[in-house]
């Protein structure tokens, strides 16, 4: 009985202890799933520090990390979460484990979980642009080295990014005069909310003051990017959903974020108002506008959207109303995050995405908006590097520009960094072709040899030459479809070979095989000569075809059956020894068996004719009484093949 109330207790602390272990784990969920991220963190490590290995607690640590841009952190708990051996786990997190790892720098082992989740979700936009740039590291490489950095002084200890241009001043958004009490603080990352600042420039880009914008401006919420009319009298602007100045949350207690719009009305911004295409139930951000300020491009994950978050643009009508926000498309949207456009006065759009191929994180690529290939080109080092890198703008007149990073060596979590593009991207698109070209029978690569590539509608793409190691290298476009690669060369018949371009992928390792020129002899020509084949000898006395001569002979069957109209005459001969009349009989019995021979393989009798020469054409001076040895006999006792027609 004693026992048995020991297991009684036992059992009951065991079951006390068990709900205290539900009770921490439901407790850290709530946190992860109302987005205070810092704490559930916090809390999620508490319960690994206890022993728990369960795989969702491994998913929101590292997710809660992935959000927070703490990748090294995130890489750690999305490899637990693959050791654990499940093996039905979303493709999601093979992606952003592979976005981590590159973070670290490392690039083999992230393309290694990239080419998984390719297998996964082989129609993923992310998986399709990495089997299409598989050498994404040597193209980030190309365009690399073009801009100079410097930190900026007005950066704080804190968060600073969303950089814009009021003139020559710069408006950004900061999280440094706020947080000292906690409803200031925000739970997503344990930081200050965030306002807007302006810091006065002069013609030489030193900035001499800095002021905090506008009260009406700067609320209880987040705000952040900002967006100027050519006037500097109407701004757009980002802020959470909010209701007389504090936060406004949905149904799941998120508070969205809008973008607004406001008027300098006598040197104040007033007559704030929110975008009509804002909504309560998903989010719009970071706002910019083209050249004349007809058009909006923004972020946003409304319905429509392919990923966290993809970037649309909206027209502004003359009277200040709004069309229908329009998606830009799948060549840029992937089904993770792009963010944070800038429009440039040539319209080329510059964004922030970890969906296409990068360095790790947030990376800043470009495309030309008036380009319909929608080609995407990472802007590369030293820009871009394994941390985010995001709200980029430049001025195209003067080559300078700003950005956001939270790459180590900053004063803050993110830091504004100021830039000098000293050379511009080359936006025109366009794919590599490379190959060889070879002799088809020796294998030998052939230089100096012309190429000429063509489309589908057999249009001229471009042409090119092969070097002095036979090989070739051009420039295609982009269009998806068939090509052609024609290779043609002096005593070369031509040559191509076919190759398929979709979404700009290059095409590399062509071959293409050249064979050497025939031509059809001319009338009177000796083919045994023309192909460089062995002399048609026959033995003493003898009208049978040797072995040895049958293989020359059927060289010029083969070539009797390339040239069909060909015609000859067997002409054959014989050594000075016997008479004269005899000497004919057997060069006529020579010389039809040859004829023979090549009738019997095939060649219509039409086309062969046949004469005996005798002794009449020697081919050296052992004519009668000449005293020769038997090889110099030999080279009299043969056969010819004559072109008649």
Partial sequence: MKKARYIFCGLALLAMVARAQEKKI???????????????????????AD??????????????????????????????????????????????????????????????????????????????????NEDYLERIEANSGRYELKNLGLNSKVSDFAPSFYGNDLVFSTARDSGLISKNIHRWNDGAFLNLYRATGDDQGNFTALDKLDRKLNKKTHESSTAFTKDGKTMYFTRNNSDNGKFSRDGEGVSRLKIYRADLIDEEWGNIVELPFNDDSYSVAHPTLN???????????????????????????????????????????????????????????????????????????????????????NVGRPL????????????????????????????????????????????????DITGVVRDGKTGALLAKASI??????????????????????????????????????????????????????????????????????????????????????????????????????????????????????????TDSRANDAYNMQLSSNRAKSTANYLIAQGIPESRISFEGFGETQLTNECSNGVPCTKAQHQMNRRSEFIVVE
């Fill in 26 to 48: 439901r407790k850290a969920d709530t946190k992860f799933t109302n987005y205070s991220y810092a704490s559930a963190i916090r809390s999620y490590e508490g319960l690994v």
């Fill in 384 to 431: 871009n590097g394994e941390e985010d890198d995001f709200s980029y703008i430049v001025n195209e007149e003067t080559r300078t520009g700003f950005f956001a990073s939270n790459r180590d060596g900053g004063q803050g979590n993110d830091d504004i960094y100021g830039f000098v593009e000293r050379e511009p991207l080359d936006f025109s698109c366009h794919t």
């Fill in 452 to 573: 000429t590539i063509y489309d589908r509608e057999n249009n001229i793409v471009t042409t090119s030459e092969t070097d002095a190691n036979g090989n070739f290298a051009a420039k295609g476009d982009c269009t998806d479809g068939r090509y052609k690669v024609v290779a043609s060369k002096t005593d070369y018949d031509e040559g191509d070979k076919m190759f398929t371009s979709v979404n700009a992928k290059d095409a590399t390792g062509i071959e293409v095989v050249l064979n050497k020129t025939v031509n059809s002899a001319p009338i009177g020509t000796d083919l045994a000569k023309y192909l460089n084949i062995e002399p048609i000898y026959f033995d003493f006395d003898k009208y049978f075809i040797r072995e040895d001569a049958k293989i020359g002979i059927d060289k010029v069957l083969a070539y009797l059956r390339e040239f069909p109209n060909v015609k000859v005459q067997v002409r054959s001969h």
């Fill in 51 to 132: 022993g728990y290995t369960e795989e969702e607690i491994f998913k929101n640590l590292g997710n809660a990390n992935y959000y927070n841009a703490n990748y090294d952190e995130a890489s750690n708990w999305y490899a637990q979460l693959f050791q654990l051996g499940i093996t039905d786990i979303d493709p999601e997190y093979m992606y952003r484990y592979a976005q981590t790892l590159k973070s670290l720098e490392k690039y083999d082992a992230s393309d290694v979980w990239m080419n998984k989740f390719k297998t996964a979700r082989s129609n993923d936009q992310r998986a399709l642009a990495f089997g299409n």
């Fill in 291 to 377: 050249k004349d300020g007809t058009k909006l491009y923004f972020a946003s994950d409304m319905p429509g959207t392919a990923g966290e978050s993809d970037i649309f643009s909206v027209e502004i009508n003359k009277d200040g109303t709004f069309g229908a926000p329009q998606n830009l498309g799948p060549q840029i949207n992937t089904e993770a995050r792009e963010t944070f456009p800038f429009v440039t006065g040539s319209d080329i759009l510059y964004f922030s995405s970890d969906g296409h191929p990068g360095l790790g994180g947030l990376d800043v690529f470009g495309t030309d908006l008036k380009d319909d290939s929608g080609k995407v080109i």
